[in-house]
């Protein structure tokens, strides 16, 4: 099973929105929301920012908010800020023996 | 506060064998399906294996299918990963993670320990 797809990078300045996008297939993304995105900034643990495709974890700003049409969903940030910069994997429940899979990351650049 | 502790990594012949664990406290570790992620040096996230609060069900990545072994103490607060017949691709940190709840929520990790780096080499 491949992993879902993330554009490698976006990049946006202070203020700024941006969105990242994950794309699946029917076996994944398109038939299930149990997407999630996770944030890992550079030399830290993956952190839990949106869950079931557009909830927010508590203590998450409401900048981040997550979406889904299809076999893609997105997540956006608004506002952005200099901490915001980090990598962003989406991840989703795939009803493949490989149970769960996430995308490749995409690196944000805020400039 | 939730913390996650793993620990066992180090470097490893190919087709050797490794146990990594990972040490909870601050929660209630048999409430919780637990779960092991992966991530190769410079590398994305790989979901590695899955078990259920009881321990009663597990699941794993094909890649690692027949090789890895996922268990659990509840009384200890404890998760285990037996790593057999590595391979070279198995190098990675691997992280424990915490899933956000039970039923649908156990496919959401809400708290990740640090990981610890295993390393398949000759």
């Known amino acids: 099973q491949s992993a879902l797809t993330q554009p490698p990078s976006v990049s946006g300045s202070p203020g700024q929105s941006v969105t990242i996008s994950c794309t699946g297939t029917?076996?994944?993304?398109?038939?299930?929301?149990?997407v999630s995105w996770y944030q890992q900034p550079p030399g830290t643990t993956p952190k839990l920012m949106i869950y079931e495709v557009s909830n927010r974890p508590s203590g998450v700003p409401d900048r981040f908010s997550g979406s889904k049409s299809g076999n893609t969903a997105s997540l956006t940030i608004s506002g952005l800020q200099a901490e915001d910069e980090a990598d962003y994997y989406c991840s989703s429940y795939t009803r493949s023996s490989t149970y769960v899979l996430f995308g490749g990351g995409t690196k944000l650049t805020v400039l | 506060e939730v913390q996650l502790l793993e620990s066992g990594g180090g470097l490893v012949q190919p087709g050797g064998s490794l146990r990594l664990s990972c040490a909870a406290s601050?929660?209630?570790?048999?409430?919780?399906?637990m779960t092991w992620v992966r991530q190769a040096p410079g590398k994305g996230l790989e979901w590695v294996s899955d078990?259920?609060?009881?321990?009663?069900?597990?699941y794993y990545a094909d890649s690692v299918k027949g090789r890895f072994i996922i268990s659990r103490d509840n009384s200890k607060n404890t998760l285990d990963l037996q790593m057999n017949s590595l391979r070279a691709e198995d190098t990675a940190v691997y992280y424990c993670a915490k899933s956000l709840g039970g039923g649908i929520y156990k496919y959401y990790f809400d708290s990740w320990g640090q990981g610890t780096l295993v390393t398949v080499s000759s």
């Open positions: 078990i259920s609060e009881s321990g009663g069900s597990t």
């Open positions: 029917s076996s994944d993304v398109g038939s299930y929301n149990r």
């Open positions: 601050g929660f209630t570790l048999g409430n919780y399906a």
